[in-house]
């Protein structure tokens, strides 16, 4: 079956760098996205990855390797407003968006 | 965890016609159901909040008489691009929200890939 991992919840603290992975077995693969989502909003749009490496957009990087089947979401210098959901969502084959349960960020002081 | 199913999970129409989307929640009974479309490498972009037994609460720019919206139970709600065109080929997802005293989740369905030549 198809299957997104990613750890339940996290913490860190304030201006400190936190890692975010996320492992994946689908049928197929067209790319891999991560959102943020605070507790009751609409997700936003981080990240999309295809091609293996690093993409780096200021604080936030994502990484993938299709190999492996995994990702992760970096964020440095953390503050306070980082605290929020983050999902990991791959495109299988037929274009379908497979999502993982998401990621609690608690950040701390 | 909680399943929110869509279907049809592809569909192809042509410009003029219209087109019903489903989400079901499977497991639960949602509070809310969000529709959102999203364009290829951007963010989900959210059209409206449903409630089941009231109107959608559609975001500003979206075209109520245009995208139909029922949420007839709490497990599933219906969005119909009606008159369709080509412009509006996208990828369409639904998302269920649940809510209690001291909770707050959303699941997400799988999409729909809308198609209109």
Known sequence: GQNIDQPTEMTATEGAIVQINCTYQTSGFNGLFWYQQHAGEAPTFLSYNVLDGLEEKGRFSSFLSRSKGYSYLLLKELQMKDSASYLCAVMDSNYQLIWGAGTKLIIKP | ?117
């Open chain 2, 1 to 117: 965890g909680a399943v929110v199913s869509q279907h049809p999970s592809r569909v192809i129409c042509k410009s003029g016609t219209s087109v019903k989307i489903e989400c079901r929640s499977l497991d639960f009974q949602a509070t809310t159901m969000f529709w959102y479309r999203q364009f290829p490498k951007q963010s989900l972009m959210l059209m409206a909040t449903s409630n089941e037994g009231s109107k959608a609460t559609y975001e500003q720019g979206v075209e109520k008489d245009k995208f139909l919206i029922n949420h007839a139970s709490l497990t599933l709600s219906t969005l119909t691009v009606t008159s369709a065109h080509p412009e509006d080929s996208s990828f369409y997802i639904c998302s269920a929200h649940i809510a209690g005293e001291d909770y707050s989740e959303q699941y997400f369905g799988p999409g729909t890939r809308l198609t209109v030549t």
